[in-house]
C-alpha cells in the first residue's frame, strides 16, 4: 500500500491542510483513467482547477476504490491563540501537519510496510529532502519516504484533491458549502478523517 501526500493552503490563506491518502498505485491508475475518460479532463489534475461536479465524481471514484485518507488541518487563527499571537513559518506550520497526517496512519498498519510518496512542489528541493529524512527516521523499517513531481505521480494528484477539499471547507471559501456536502458521505463513514492541529512546536 502507499501513502501519497499533498498539502493545500497556507498561513495567508487562513488554512492549511495537508492530505495523507491511503491507495495502491494500481488504483490511482484506474481512478485516474476512467475519471480523465468521462471528463476529458487534459494534464495535472488539480483541485482547485476541477469543477464541483468532477469533484464530487473524483471523490466518489475515491471511496469506491476502497481509498482512505487522513487530513491534517490547521486554522491560522487557532494556531495564533494557541501561541500567544505568534505564528509559525510555513514550512514548521507544513512539517507539523505532515507529521500529524502520518502518524496518524501509522498505528493502523499492523506494521505492514508502506511507502510514502511526498509532493515535491512547494518548498526548494533541498528543504523537502530534509523533510523527506525526517519521515523516514520515524518509519524506521516500516516503509520508504520518497519526493514525487506530481504531475507524474497519479496518486499525489488524488491527494492534492483530497487536501484541497478539506482546505475549502477550513477556510471557509465561498464554495465551502457545496464541498461539505460532497464530503459529509466520506467523513460520515471514515473514508476521510480529519486531525486538527491547534499548535506547532
Same mark, same amino acid.
Request: with cysteine; charged share 25%.
Given at each position: 500500500?502507499?501513502?501519497?501526500?499533498?498539502?493545500?493552503? !497556507? $498561513?495567508?490563506?487562513?488554512?492549511?491542510? +495537508?492530505?495523507?491518502?491511503? /491507495?495502491?498505485?494500481?488504483?490511482?491508475? &484506474?481512478?485516474?483513467?476512467? +475519471?480523465?475518460?468521462?471528463?476529458?479532463?487534459?494534464?495535472? @489534475?488539480?483541485?482547485?482547477?476541477?469543477? /464541483?461536479?468532477?469533484?464530487?465524481?473524483? @471523490? &466518489?471514484? +475515491?471511496?469506491?476504490?476502497? %481509498?482512505?485518507?487522513?487530513?491534517?488541518?490547521?486554522?491560522?487563527?487557532?494556531?495564533?491563540? *494557541?501561541?500567544?499571537?505568534?505564528?509559525?513559518?510555513?514550512?514548521?506550520?507544513?512539517?507539523?501537519?505532515?507529521?500529524?497526517?502520518? %502518524?496518524?496512519? /501509522?498505528?493502523?498498519?499492523?506494521?505492514?510496510?508502506?511507502?510514502?510518496?511526498?509532493?515535491? *512542489?512547494?518548498?526548494?528541493?533541498?528543504? /523537502?529532502?530534509?523533510?523527506?529524512?525526517?519521515?523516514?527516521?520515524? $518509519? !524506521?523499517?516500516?516503509?520508504?519516504?520518497?519526493?514525487?513531481?506530481?504531475?507524474?505521480?497519479? *496518486?499525489?494528484?488524488?491527494?492534492?484533491?483530497?487536501?484541497?477539499?478539506? +482546505?475549502?471547507?477550513?477556510?471557509?471559501?465561498?464554495?465551502? !458549502?457545496?464541498?461539505?456536502?460532497?464530503?459529509?458521505? @466520506?467523513?460520515?463513514?471514515?473514508?476521510?478523517?480529519?486531525?486538527? $492541529?491547534?499548535?506547532?512546536?
Amino acid at each position: 500500500m502507499t501513502i501519497y501526500c499533498d498539502e493545500s493552503g !497556507g $498561513l495567508n490563506a487562513g488554512a492549511m491542510t +495537508f492530505a495523507a491518502v491511503m /491507495l495502491t498505485p494500481e488504483d490511482a491508475a &484506474e481512478i485516474h483513467e476512467r +475519471f480523465r475518460s468521462v471528463t476529458g479532463l487534459r494534464g495535472e @489534475l488539480k483541485g482547485s482547477r476541477i469543477s /464541483l461536479v468532477e469533484r464530487a465524481y473524483l @471523490l &466518489e471514484l +475515491f471511496d469506491r476504490a476502497g %481509498g482512505r485518507a487522513w487530513v491534517a488541518v490547521a486554522k491560522r487563527d487557532h494556531l495564533a491563540e *494557541g501561541t500567544g499571537g505568534t505564528l509559525p513559518s510555513d514550512l514548521s506550520l507544513y512539517a507539523a501537519l505532515l507529521n500529524l497526517a502520518i %502518524g496518524r496512519w /501509522l498505528p493502523e498498519t499492523g506494521g505492514v510496510c508502506a511507502d510514502v510518496v511526498i509532493d515535491d *512542489g512547494r518548498y526548494d528541493p533541498t528543504i /523537502l529532502a530534509a523533510v523527506r529524512e525526517e519521515i523516514q527516521a520515524g $518509519l !524506521g523499517t516500516w516503509g520508504r519516504a520518497s519526493l514525487a513531481d506530481s504531475r507524474r505521480s497519479e *496518486g499525489v494528484q488524488i491527494a492534492d484533491v483530497v487536501a484541497n477539499s478539506l +482546505f475549502n471547507v477550513t477556510a471557509q471559501s465561498p464554495r465551502a !458549502g457545496r464541498i461539505e456536502r460532497i464530503i459529509a458521505p @466520506l467523513l460520515e463513514s471514515k473514508t476521510i478523517r480529519v486531525a486538527e $492541529l491547534t499548535q506547532v512546536s
